[in-house]
C-alpha cells in the first residue's frame, strides 16, 4: 500500500473496532502543513467497484462534543452505520475544522452567530471566504486505497464537483440529512439558500 506523492504521504493503518464494525484506519500526512488526516475503511472490494463513501469535515464540537448547533456528530455517526449496513465503504475524516478556518475561529465564528449573523456572512466578517476546504487529498487517499468510483453520501454538491475534477467518478449520490435539530435549522437552511446544499424542503419547516 506504500506510495509517495509529493504533496500527501501514506503512513500506516492499523485495526480500529468501533461501536458500529471493524474499521481500519488508514493515517495520512500532507506534507508542508504536516496536517494529518484519516481514512477508516470497512470491508473489500474489487479495483473498479462502486465504493460507498462519506467526506466528513473536522468538526470537534459537533463529532466529539456532542454539540447540535451543526449536523455533523450526526452524520458521522450515520455514515458508519450505513458503511456497515453497505457491508463495505470508506470515510474520509479531513481535518479542516470549520470549512478550513480552523477551530478557534469557527467559536469567532459562532459568537458572530449568536449576535445575529449567518454562517457565511460570519466568515466573511472574520476575512475569510465562506468555505476554505480543499479536497485533493481525497484523490491520493482514494488511489491509496485502490477506489476509483463511488456512491457519495453528501448534500454537498461541491463535494461532486471536487471528486469529479480529481478524476474520480461519482456514480451516485445519496443524501445524509440525519440530525436536523431545532438548534441547527436556521444554520442548514442557510447552507441550502447560500452554500448549495440539497435538502428536502419539508424537513426544514
Ligand atoms: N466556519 C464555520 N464552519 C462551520 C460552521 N458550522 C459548521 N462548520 C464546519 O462545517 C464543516 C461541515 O460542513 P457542512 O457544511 O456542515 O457540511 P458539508 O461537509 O459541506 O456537506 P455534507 O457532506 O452534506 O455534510 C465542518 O468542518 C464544521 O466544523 C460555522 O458556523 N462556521
Ligand atoms: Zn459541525
Known sequence: MKQADT????????????????FII???????????????????????????IRIHSECLTGDALFSTRCDCGFQLEKA???IVEEGKGVLLYLRQEGRGI?????????HLQDNGLDTVEANEHLGFDADLRDYRI??????????????????????IDALTDL???????????????ADNKGYIRTKTQKLGHRFD????K
Request: charged content about 20%.
Open 7 to 22: 504533496q500527501f504521504e501514506y503512513i500506516s493503518s492499523a485495526k480500529l473496532p468501533t461501536r458500529y464494525g471493524q
Open 26 to 52: 488508514h493515517g495520512f500526512v500532507e506534507l508542508g502543513t504536516e496536517q494529518e488526516h484519516v481514512a477508516l475503511s470497512y470491508g473489500e472490494w474489487q479495483e473498479g467497484e462502486v465504493v460507498p
Open 80 to 82: 458508519l452505520q450505513n
Open 102 to 110: 480552523g477551530l478557534l475561529n469557527k467559536i469567532r465564528a459562532y
Open 138 to 159: 481525497c484523490k491520493y487517499m482514494l488511489d491509496t486505497l485502490k477506489i476509483s468510483k463511488v456512491s457519495l453520501m453528501t448534500n454537498n454538491p461541491r463535494k
Open 167 to 181: 478524476g474520480i467518478e461519482v456514480v451516485r449520490r445519496t443524501p445524509i440529512d440525519h440530525g436536523i435539530t
Open 201 to 204: 424542503p419539508h424537513l426544514l
